[in-house]
């Protein structure tokens, strides 16, 4: 067998398949419980990619999962979340002793969605998009709420089908999806040592950008980009910094290059459009734009304010 293997499945069926489990009840959703996993999908370090939604609650000893290239592991309660075509990697310590997993997953393919509310607020969720990133910490407490929901859903699907049977599902899962959002919110505050540690690395990062004569070259940074370098997704940045300055990546941005427009606009003698063509605009008329737009002033009626 390879080192690491990628598993790849288009249907909920073929996971039950692969995972010694017996046909799903629905073959659009499926709750499948860690303990009732018959066959392991690798004795080693593997990846795993769905053409579905995924919602896991997970623990497992002698593992580590991974998201992109943050590490967790599996021994505390985490909750994670998977869109179709996100991979989900598990290194696995050789020569230890392996301990079945405890959990569960909720496996939701997009036709289940179609034509509910959920099919398109599904994709609002920011942890569907940094998911691969950053995994939420539980409680016991929030643990014990969010299986209580997992399994209304699975009994609802094994119950005798009629028409009120997917809304009530739906429901189910916006409400499974409500608390989650909650509980992300609450990470981001509990972990504020972590967060102020990742905010101190944005700023050297931006610093030292700045300072690189790359705005005049190359404009400024992507979001992109800027993520990729703190080794976290776009949309974890994002969430990140509103939680801690009321801002998304781009305010935050425009309002470190007005900084700099002001250090440069009182401390030098370089004309306005000097400063522009030096922060990485191409046209003066952008720059005065959103000079005044962040400071209500023009930048040289900022200039003369120091004259």
């Known amino acids: ?149 997992a399994q209304n859903i699975e009994q609802e699907y094994h119950a005798n089908i009629d028409r009120f049977s997917q809304s009530v599902i739906i429901a189910q899962l916006e409400l499974l999806l409500t608390y989650s959002e909650r509980f992300y919110q609450r990470q981001f505050i509990t972990r504020k040592i972590a967060s102020h540690e990742l905010l101190t690395r944005l700023e050297d990062l931006l610093t030292a950008y700045f300072n690189s004569g790359a705005l005049a070259q190359k404009g400024l940074p992507s979001v992109t980009y800027i993520a990729e370098n703190l080794n976290i997704s776009p949309g974890y940045l994002s969430g990140l910094l509103k939680s801690l300055t009321g801002q998304n990546t781009q305010q935050h941005l425009h309002n470190k290059l007005i900084e700099l427009a002001k250090e440069k606009l009182s401390t030098t003698n370089l004309s306005v459009s000097e400063i522009a063509y030096e922060l990485g605009f191409e046209h003066l008329q952008s720059f005065s734009k959103l000079f005044k737009t962040k400071t209500s002033i023009s930048p040289m009626e900022f200039r003369h304010s120091f004259n």
Not at 2 to 12: D, E, G, K, S
Not at 66 to 71: L, N, T, V
């Open 1 to 149: 067998m390879n080192n690491h293997q990628l598993f790849r499945f288009h249907t909920i069926t073929e996971y039950h398949r692969a995972a010694g489990l017996p046909k799903p009840a629905h073959p659009l959703i499926s709750l499948v419980h860690m303990d009732d996993l018959n066959r392991p999908l690798a004795e080693s370090s593997f990846s795993l990619t769905y053409d579905f939604y995924s919602i896991s609650l997970k623990r497992m000893k002698n593992a580590k999962f991974k998201y992109g290239q943050q590490a967790s592991d599996f021994d505390e309660g985490v909750l994670f979340f998977m869109s179709p075509g996100q991979v989900f990697g598990m290194d696995i310590d050789k020569g230890s002793v392996m301990h079945r997993p405890e959990g569960w997953i909720i496996l939701i393919h997009p036709d289940f969605l179609w034509n509910t509310s959920l099919a398109k607020t599904i994709k609002q969720y920011e942890y569907f998009n940094y998911s691969v990133y950053e995994a939420l910490h539980l409680s016991d407490k929030e643990e014990t709420m969010l299986t209580t929901i």
